[in-house]
């Protein structure tokens, strides 16, 4: 059976990769993005040029309840229901203990863990009906945190508690699990030589992954693992072996 899947924040890097991923294993993708419309759409074209209304574009801004409610209905209503949930939108910047801002936390919180909880318990009506699950894309940082990045760390470790949580609450209709990358891909911002190398030495593999590890796994939790709930794959090459 052909799924239909939502995947936020999907115009670009990691979200992209996986919407083309699923979708060449036959899904249906709803694509929602924030900001990125040129890419969504040359995205949605893409995919749309190897199989007609296949992707479907819902742009909003996930930090509004409202919003978060909308494109529920949209998704309730695409293709017939929604079976996959994948929360993937997450704003991702330093900041500075001491100088954290009340707007910086409401923006940090909002995106990796307020969206994804209201979005999942919109949902909850048309993943009960189709069986379907969520997936949650975390952070090997939500363990013990990032130097630096003190409120996106206690985020990212809210959205890791989120997937048990919710695992409890919705089964046994809806599983939901999380996939925690490593170093997968260097952030938007410039990164040194020198820094990338630190990084790299630190993992178990002597290398960065790729997107395609991210999608893979998140494919394994929609179609392979059945009785998986409320768990976390670390997809980081062995990086958190040294942490």
């Known amino acids: ?11 670009k890097r990691v979200g992209a990769y996986c919407a083309r991923y699923l979708h060449a294993q036959g899904a249906n993708i709803l694509l929602h993005y ?20 296949s992707v479907r574009l819902y742009q909003a801004e996930l930090q509004h309840i409202a919003a978060i409610q909308e494109l529920a209905k949209e998704a309730q209503h695409a293709w017939g229901g929604i079976d996959v949930l994948i929360n993937n939108a997450s704003a991702f910047y330093a900041t500075e203990m001491g100088e954290v801002t009340e707007s910086q936390w409401d923006d940090l919180l909002a995106s990796n863990l307020k969206s994804p909880f209201f979005l999942v318990q919109a949902l909850v009506p048309v993943l009960e009906r189709r069986k379907g699950c969520v997936v949650n ?13 003190p409120v996106y760390s206690i985020a990212k470790a809210g959205l890791v508690a989120l997937t048990k949580v919710l695992a409890k609450e919705l089964a046994p209709q809806i599983r939901v699990n999380a996939v925690a990358p490593g170093a997968i891909l260097w ?5 040194d030589e020198l820094e990338k190398q630190e990084i790299q030495a630190k993992v178990a593999l002597q ?7 991210i999608a893979q796994a998140i494919a394994y939790l929609i179609n392979d693992a059945g009785y998986m709930t409320g768990q976390v794959l670390t997809i980081d090459g062995g990086r958190t072996l040294f942490s």
């Open 1 to 11: 059976m052909t799924k239909n899947i939502l995947i936020t924040g999907s115009a």
């Open 34 to 53: 924030r900001n990125s419309k040129d890419q969504a759409q040359a995205l949605a074209n893409e995919l749309n040029s190897i199989r007609p209304d």
């Open 137 to 149: 894309i975390v952070d090997i940082h939500a363990q013990n945190g990032l130097p630096g990045f």
């Open 187 to 191: 952030p938007e911002h410039e990164v």
């Open 207 to 213: 290398r960065t992954g790729s997107p395609e590890d």
